[in-house]
């Protein structure tokens, strides 16, 4: 399987920071990436697919960027509501996701 | 606006099988534009894919649980349920149900609300 490694894992932010979060790929997958966003207690819900696509709904402070093995979710200014854990998700072969980013308040 | 909602025992003991349904709402299970799938995460932990199933019945598995699961559709019921043998109590977690999309090799979404299944005598 294609393994994929999500930096950091834990990160510290205050509202109004830009927040970068990385996955990167074992191998190649194109644009096969998706990012999701986790609350505690709820399932996920889908932020950006095929790697830089805005999923209906989702706020245009949130962006994707990459292609091939390296990957980043950007948030351009952080409000309350997005402290919560992120995941990066390869569709490229067998559905494997990131360990993870828990975005925390500083 | 499709909706998934998980059922089942929230408590299976070990070496019984767990067994799960998902729902389907607000659109037909039988869409070729999807596959149907079973996610699963530990507490405190992340996610991990268990398998998918699309409206033929057609279906893939992680490999690593390949002989323990088994996913299958009832198109009548617009449901698709897992089953999950043998199981142990690294198997408790929050089991989620969520819709695939094909085009693109897709993603996730919608996803159901989850259904937390504790492992334990």
């Known amino acids: 399987d294609i393994q994929m490694t999500q930096s950091p894992s834990s990160l510290s932010a205050s509202v109004g920071d830009r927040v970068t979060i990385t996955c990167r790929a074992s191998?190649?997958?194109?644009?096969?990436l998706n990012w999701y966003q986790q609350k505690p207690g709820k399932a996920p819900k889908l932020l950006i697919y095929a790697a830089s696509n805005l999923q209906s709904g989702v706020p245009s402070r949130f962006s994707g960027s990459g292609s091939g093995t390296d990957f980043t979710l950007t948030i351009s200014s952080l409000q309350p509501e997005d402290f919560a854990t992120y995941y990066c998700h390869q569709s490229y072969s067998t559905p494997v996701f990131g360990q993870g980013t828990k975005l925390e308040i500083k | 606006q499709v909706q998934l909602q998980e059922s089942g025992p929230g408590l299976v003991k070990p070496s019984q099988t767990l067994s799960l349904t998902c729902t389907v709402s607000g659109g037909s299970i039988s869409s070729g534009s999807y596959y149907w799938s079973w996610i699963r995460q530990p507490a405190g932990k992340g996610l991990e894919w268990i398998g998918r199933?699309?409206?033929?019945?057609?279906?893939n598995y992680k490999s690593s649980l390949k002989s323990r699961v088994t996913i299958s559709v009832d198109t009548s019921k617009n449901q698709f349920s897992l089953k999950l043998n043998s199981v142990t109590a690294a198997d408790t977690a929050v089991y989620y149900c969520a819709r695939e999309s094909i085009a693109g090799r897709g993603w996730f979404d919608p996803w159901g609300q989850g259904n937390l299944v504790t492992v334990s005598s």
């Open positions: 199933i699309y409206t033929s019945g057609s279906t």
């Open positions: 191998q190649s997958i194109s644009s096969y």
